[in-house]
């Protein structure tokens, strides 16, 4: 999530401004109070439904996945091959001065624990608690971002009953009937739009960020067991890279296959 | 679920009337029997889904939710970890005089059964059946007032059928054509801002207020399983802070660590 | 499910009779063509669906849960907490006698496998199996009544759809217009009238007369198990009392509390 | 699924045709090119979403459900008992004769199985692979079933909206607009008639029969496995019965119940 | 996926053409700026929605799903029974050259595994994570063409509300109002077309073929299993043709049936 998702954003705005300016007026698709109404009511049910702690918790998770960097699996595995090599030659101890580069709290936490020479049962159980609160965090925002995308389309309704409403009590005069009808739908456009382009959007990108994250998550999990348990980097990597997509994983076919075999007794 | 809730409730509904009184007249959007087919037949079709007593528990869950302090995860492993110290003290009888300041019902259950000297297995399986009724019962009240969500449009449909068949069949004379119309749309209209702005919210708020819950006597659960067993209060704060989310997790670097390391065997 | 339930629905119809008798005229709003279309597709689309087995397991369903005295989980506690007194005094053997005096026949069949000496993996493999089946069962009427409630709009609309279909063929007489279209949207009316007053509450109604049937029969089966290991009756009250809701609870701080510690070993 | 199903379509059918008759003219509500749009784009959709295999492999399922005789769960465990009685007598070796006369390919592999001395584990895992086979395949079929009364009212609308646009684009002759919007709305008629009628109940149908089927493979499953662990018939007989809604479990007030005490240990 | 889906759209795009050039002018069904909004929104949209990776990686999964050769569980097994069959008579070892004729990466890197002896735990848990992540990974495919199946009814209705507001707002001329609502609901006529014969047809071929690949996978898993674990090729092919619907397995009253009793111990 980066410029490329703002960019399509802003680009879906811009093809729906072009069809409207080749096709008719710009300025009759802007009314103030049709965004009052629909953005007022976004807001208002979606304070209602959410407290203002998860509402932040939401802005801080679109601020970090529109800055975070690409996460890199193949880059993960080689990390931690490298600490289960470390580990092999100079102790699980060793590893404690290796955690202040991890940019990865989880992994270094993992790590962290290992060196303090924690059950595995212990590191495995405090891991997989953080690992199921993270994913319910996720699930929590993105059902905010959902529901919005629900509210949207249904304030747009709301605002143009409003105007369907007011036209059908003064119907007196024929000749202002077209405009005020056109007036009523226009908030069924802003809320289709807002749900559209912006709320269906973010929700999807989170889930998609969510994903990779947790498998990222469940990589690193794995691995630290594996590393805790003195296992042989080669066969950490073997496991690992099953997480990798088929086009990822390195060739098998190497001379080392023999040690492989050789280390995982 | 606090003020906040209904303030934005409240909010809500004054963007609405004031997009209604800058673009038409207020008076022709309340209309007495459409209240009355609208509330009459979400209210009937409600009793018929329902027992009066899941009502009655879905009215004091919101009583309570709407009363209830916030609830601090931070506080709670701080209790606890407080209490495992207490225990390695004096002995696991002495925290029978400590359940009198306790507030939670689930801690102060959990810590009577430790005190009675139950068996683990025991303790667990009756605080994972209470936690399961608790879930079944917090869907449960949702359910309710999802139905009431999805009522409500329903008869606002069902009262605007009415409006129309009742002006087609009197067409004769056209001007009143108009004005018929807008009143058949506002049973419309009521249901869309009920659903919208009542019954949905309530219902998400609801949702995040129990998993926060459930969230919490998870925590509890396996706090005192940790404390029946004689485990390092350090180990346990280390365990139970997994359900933090990271941002609130105590910076590990300090020099108990090693601690912990002798603690955990 | 009893008379609460028949005459919410009946409250329910009659909102909706007062509706239209104050803003129109009755007999407008009967039509037999009508009723014909959405009564016989419905039924017709049902019986399509459903096995003539399935609609009479149907129909028990609702005849006995709209008898069915209310299930009171506390007599339920109390009563096995009896039996399980009996057992200690008098051996399992002893509980064949009890089995004349109860009218659940889930509870009766599990004391009589306890009686027949059955296995315990026996018992419950037995209990389990037949949970689960009625708990399919329930999800099967369910299902039903579900499809009913999205048949009934459907042919509405369908009945509509004809109404329509008609009226724009013969579009000479335009005075006609209004009376047919109203006519048209008749059958519409009745199946959301039927959906949302009649199937969608049973449905609901089934649901929660289910969750509780289920629930009491965990419990018993529990409390089956727990009499056969021999636990102590007081343990086993409170192993069970967690299926209550927390207000029903009995508080604990009695005297007998020690006599609990005592007897879970 | 037998005639019943056939004859409830059918007379579904004719319901909506006599109102048509006795509301209009039969032959406005014939209209070639709508059926050939209705028709030709949900076969056309559904050939795109499917592989002839699959669809074939749906026709098979049709046929089958439409000839299969009554699954009788009662006369299966009779079937089953008798088994396990020919096994107590004469030894496993004298089942292979029996398996001549069974028609059940489910209960006759595992029989065989039996037969041939395979080891429990393997034969659980042989009979519930094909079991969770058959299940998921049965899930397929009901899936093109759901995809085909999707499609056809979407194709519906396809046709109404072309119907509408070819009359909007000409409407110079107001008296010609009545019949083509009539013409028109057909397609959304065929549509609606075809997903409720037809592509609706026969999905709920082949659920029915699924759900039926699996329930009694799994009680086949629970039989064999006992038969080959040499359980007494009469425990077997009750094991299974479990499988049986209340009404149909046979009363157990017995003199045999001493039988199985003593027999199932 | 192949020819019959690409074959399948197309004729139903010509079934709709033929439908229109029957019924009217086909040239007023072809409309350049609403052909701009319908597709703008959908890719901006899904553009906004999911990362390049992962559109990228759904345009090769349709490319591969288009190209691959049928899947032939049968050949399957008979190509696992005989691999099972050389490691019996010469050893694990000599798999080694077996796989260099394997296609199926899924089989070739299991038996990479065999060969190189690696505990059967690590070799399952690999090649578990390697299926789940698989799993993954096509139901992320989906639901992309899932959300563009959704984006685009959602961008045609959005195109007709811009239509709509234009012709209301300059409703002086009536003649031309007909033909302006005819290019309105071209865009819903688009978005219903690209959602009903393109996204959602490739969604449930996607997922048809990806329910297939998974099932082959969990046979090569189970057969690679029982490979290490040198049971016997018969008893093998017995468990793996539980897989095959009961129409391709093999009849099993073979005179070798003896042979596979002796050989399952």
Redesign the interface.
């Known amino acids: ?1 980066n410029l ?3 960019l ?2 802003v ?2 705005f811009t ?2 401004v ?3 300016a ?4 710009l300025s ?2 802007f009314d103030l ?1 049709s965004i ?2 629909v953005i ?2 976004v807001v ?2 979606t ?6 702690e ?1 509402m932040n ?1 939401l802005l801080q998770a679109l601020k970090i996945a529109f800055k975070k960097s690409k996460i890199n699996l193949t880059d993960d595995i080689d990390k931690i091959v490298e600490i289960a090599n470390v580990a092999r030659r100079n102790g699980l101890l060793a590893l404690e001065e290796l955690t202040n580069e991890m940019d990865e ?1 989880f992994l270094k ?1 993992g790590i ?2 290992v060196v ?4 595995p049962e ?1 590191i495995r ?3 997989e ?2 690992l199921s ?1 993270i994913k ?2 996720h699930a ?1 925002n993105r ?1 905010i971002l959902d ?1 919005m995308a ?2 949207a389309p ?2 747009g ?3 143009t ?11 007196d005069d024929m ?1 202002t ?3 005020n ?2 007036v009523a ?2 908030t ?2 802003y809320g ?2 807002l ?3 912006v709320f ?3 929700s ?2 989170l ?2 960020v969510g ?1 990779l994250e947790y ?1 990222r998550k469940e990589l690193i999990l ?1 691995g630290i067991m594996a590393i805790q348990n003195g296992e042989n980097p080669r ?1 950490i990597r ?2 690992l890279s ?5 086009s990822q994983q390195q060739s ?1 076919e190497t001379p080392n ?1 023999a040690e ?2 050789a280390g ?2």
């Open positions: 999530m490329f998702t703002l399509s954003m680009l879906g093809c729906v072009i069809s409207i080749t096709s008719g007026n009759d698709f109070s009052f109404i007022g009511g208002c049910a304070c209602a439904s959410f407290s203002r998860r918790s709290p936490k962290m624990l303090d020479g924690s059950d212990l159980s405090i891991m608690t953080e609160v319910q965090r929590d059902f529901s629900a509210y249904a304030f309704m709301i605002g009953l409003i105007g369907l409403i007011n036209m059908l009590t003064s119907l000749s009937l077209g405009p009808m056109s739908l226009i069924t456009f289709s739009m749900a559209n382009l269906n959007p973010l999807k990108r889930k998609a994903n498998l794995e066969v073997e496991k099953a997480f990798l997509p088929n098998r296959t492989i075999k995982s007794h």
